[in-house]
């Protein structure tokens, strides 16, 4: 039931904070995604997705238990049911629209824990949780996840496992909403493996709880329920023996990786690195450890001193707390030489923003004659963190990111060339990395399977050719036909700007057959305009008696720019290219089918801008609230010199 003897602003603020944080993020997300990401699948897609996901659903052979299968350490359920249902919308293979969706995940399951945390907190704890969230994941750390469809599962662990620590250690022991967070751990642990802590988390909370504040049957109950659920996913953890030489090989090699994993954002000199490997941290890797860390230490200890009750959701903080540092040993000991690659410092962030919470709270909860102290030992906390994470990023992160546009665009050109003239030794000759999979004879002998063909993502599918070109001789578009510094799209397309530069003029109809049986189609189509088609020109779709004009707000020109079409499949269909104009010319390449979301994906990539606009807009309607309040609050105080 609404209040409505509370103020609108009131209500309204909660809902413009997250309003710019998700919007802001996710427009950074997406810029990301527009500027570096390529639809070509990468590295562990062709095996996890392909070879043993898409392929056998097309032929109906599927199991329910391969969607439970070992994927290296992991069982990623999740992901891969989000897979087939994004394949079964789109038509097609498509990581851009995964890398999209995964931003929206990451997003939600971001603000999913700010919000919990913030309950935790306490009163004002939003704002300042959301505006350090949004600063600590705006810089792209984990773009290895963002720019990889196949990344889902790191978001999916996130959300279940914070869902999970809430309901298990708020809720009552054994209480419905208890059972609801056991589901929810059990789904993080078919996301990822180390999901498997929220278990190891919640029981060590409710262990403590029981011991020295509730005193309950339930609660140790529960606690020894989920360290036997957490044992048991610890066993079922699949083994791998070609990742043994990525383990820990002893204790000081565990302690090293740990040490950096803790430290980060701090960055720790390469010597520095080989020297802790060799003889364990050093004195000012574990300084940096404790600096980093020192307010989740406070706070647990403060915790367990005062001993809050049952419900108290500070016991969520320290829940979460000993949950990141699970995720930190797992990490540390499954990939000690690797802990600070891109895709793992997601999950690193978290330990920082969950120490951010944490001092949040030890100056929500300190005598106000400290408060003073505590708040600049705070603020110089989160300057040490900035300073860190900005010092992270460097330069080497924008190389990276280069990097990887450049590799795929390669890779890209090399896989579509091995579809178009199958030269199985130019594609073995190609050097590590030109390649989107390590393996050049078993990736083409997925690309040369039907069933793949088919679900191609759409830069790797076939052009259309057309069954006649009317005219057929004498035609004012013909194949190649640009001005010369339009820049090549690498397919063949038909143009106006011919022998005699612009000024030719008429019209030409392609006639396109149905398509066949054997390909997958949504009835939508692409192709790329370049030219001046909103004044000089026309480009319309014919299928019966159906016309679609395609619409231009601005000419293209020397650039080529994709529109989309739909049409009924199994049928002819027709596109007219007219040229009115003696001075301008414009040109189309053939159409290629794509998937029935790719259009919203592109609109969406591309509106990137229109999202950070969005979450900069709601921050500055947020100051306006917020000014509005404090002025009519100045307003209602009693003036002293009043005489009554």
Request: proline share 5%.
């Amino acid at each position: 039931m609404i209040d409505h003897a509370r103020p609108i602003s009131k209500r309204l603020v909660p809902l413009l904070q997250f309003t710019a944080f998700a919007s802001a993020l996710l427009g950074l997300k997406l810029w990301l995604i527009h500027s570096y990401g390529n639809d070509v699948p990468y590295w562990d897609q062709w095996d996890g997705e392909a070879a043993r996901l898409y392929i056998p659903f097309l032929r109906g052979e599927l199991s329910w238990g391969e969607l439970f299968a070992p994927h290296n350490e992991h069982r990623i359920f999740t992901t891969r049911v989000l897979g087939l249902l994004l394949l079964q919308l789109n038509g097609l293979w498509s990581p851009l629209l995964e890398m999209a969706v995964n931003a929206v995940l990451h997003v939600f399951a971001l603000g999913t824990a700010v919000w919990l945390m913030s309950k935790a907190v306490g009163k004002g704890a939003l704002a300042p949780l959301l505006l350090f969230t949004l600063l600590l994941f705006a810089i792209p750390f984990g773009w290895e996840n963002t720019l990889a469809g196949f990344q889902a599962q790191f978001y999916f662990v996130l959300l279940f496992s914070v869902l999970s620590l809430w309901w298990l250690v708020v809720a009552e022991a054994m209480s419905r909403w208890w059972w609801v967070g056991v589901a929810s751990t059990i789904a993080a642990y078919f996301s990822l493996a180390s999901g498997v802590f929220a278990l190891a988390a919640a029981a060590i909370v409710l262990l403590i709880r029981a011991a020295i504040v509730s005193r309950r049957w339930q609660e140790l109950v529960g606690a020894l329920l989920l360290l036997v659920l957490f044992v048991g996913g610890a066993f079922a953890t699949p083994v791998l023996e070609q990742h043994a030489r990525l383990k820990a090989s002893d204790a000081s090699h565990l302690f090293s990786a740990l040490s950096l994993v803790l430290a980060w954002p701090f960055q720790i000199s390469t010597e520095a690195i080989q020297a802790a490997v060799k003889d364990g941290p050093s004195l000012k890797e574990w300084l940096l450890v404790m600096v980093r860390n020192l307010p989740a230490t406070v706070l647990v200890c403060y915790v367990l001193w005062k001993r809050p009750a049952r419900g108290n959701p500070a016991w969520f903080l320290v829940a979460l707390a000993v949950w990141c540092g699970g995720q930190a040993v797992a990490v540390a000991y499954g990939r000690a030489d690797d802990v600070l690659t891109s895709r793992y410092l997601d999950l690193h962030a978290m330990g920082v923003l969950v120490n951010f919470a944490c001092l949040l709270a030890i100056c929500n909860c300190v005598r106000q004659r400290l408060r003073l102290g505590v708040f600049a030992g705070g603020c110089l906390w989160v300057f040490a963190m900035v300073s860190a994470l900005f010092g992270a990023a460097g330069t080497e992160l924008s190389s990276a990111l280069e990097k990887k546009r450049d590799t795929s665009l390669a890779q890209e050109a090399n896989v579509d060339a091995y579809l178009v003239g199958k030269d199985l030794k130019r594609f073995q000759a190609l050097p590590f990395l030109q390649l989107p999979y390590p393996d050049a004879n078993r990736l083409a002998k997925l690309l040369d399977t039907p069933d793949m063909r088919r679900i191609l993502p759409k830069n790797l599918q076939r052009q259309l050719e057309p069954a006649a070109v009317t005219p057929s001789t004498g035609s004012v578009f013909e194949r190649g036909g640009a001005f010369h510094t339009v820049p090549s799209c690498h397919c063949i397309f038909w143009g106006s700007y011919g022998p005699t530069q612009d000024a030719a003029v008429g019209e030409t109809i392609l006639r396109y057959d149905p398509i066949a049986a054997s390909q997958r189609s949504s009835g939508v189509f692409a192709m790329k305009v370049a030219g001046y088609p909103a004044g000089a020109g026309s480009i319309e779709v014919i299928q019966g008696a159906k016309v679609t004009r395609l619409r231009f707000t601005k000419d293209p020109r020397e650039t080529w720019v994709e529109r989309y079409f739909s049409v009924r499949p199994g049928e002819s269909f027709f596109i007219r290219l007219v040229d009115r104009s003696a001075g301008s010319w414009l040109a189309v390449t053939q159409p290629v089918a794509v998937g029935r979301l790719d259009r919203w994906v592109s609109v969406s990539l591309d509106s990137y801008g229109t999202f950070f606009a969005i979450g900069m807009s709601a921050m500055w309607l947020l100051l306006l609230v917020r000014w509005r309040a404090v002025n009519e609050a100045t307003s209602r105080a009693p003036d002293p010199d009043r005489v009554s």
